[in-house]
Nanobody, 113 residues
Framework: QVQLVESGGGLVQPGGSLRLSCTVS???????MAWYRQAPGKQRELVARITTDRSTNYLDSVKGRFTISRDNVKGAVSLQMDSLKPDDTAVYYC????????WGQGTQVTVSS
């Protein structure tokens, strides 16, 4: 069973930055990876994904502010988040795409002054 561990969240002021990290207990070679988020009272949504050849796609509201990256050797996926807004407040999760693995615990991101 693949295990996902997300880290790097926290409280940040609007306009600030955070870098989220995800470690995967299994290999991510040949697997499209993604970051998702779930805000209070809302459904989980896809934020960004990255293919094995590092092609990326982003949610429109984060384009130009978030950058997803991967390290296949380390089995890690990262999300650099800049110019954060209060609407980015959510629990962030990584997983494969489409999701077939169990979800990790996620990491809380709170954007507030």
């Amino acid at each position: 069973q693949v295990q996902l561990v997300e880290s790097g969240g926290g409280l940040v002021q609007p306009g600030g930055s955070l870098r989220l990290s995800c470690t995967v207990s299994g290999t991510i070679f040949g697997i499209t990876m993604a970051w998702y988020r779930q805000a209070p009272g809302k459904q989980r949504e896809l934020v960004a994904r990255i293919t094995t050849d590092r092609s990326t796609n982003y949610l429109d509201s984060v384009k130009g502010r978030f950058t997803i990256s991967r390290d296949n050797v380390k089995g890690a996926v990262s999300l650099q988040m800049d110019s954060l807004k209060p609407d980015d407040t959510a629990v962030y999760y990584c997983n494969n795409f489409p999701t077939t693995w169990s979800w990790g615990q996620g990491t809380q991101v709170t954007v507030s002054s």
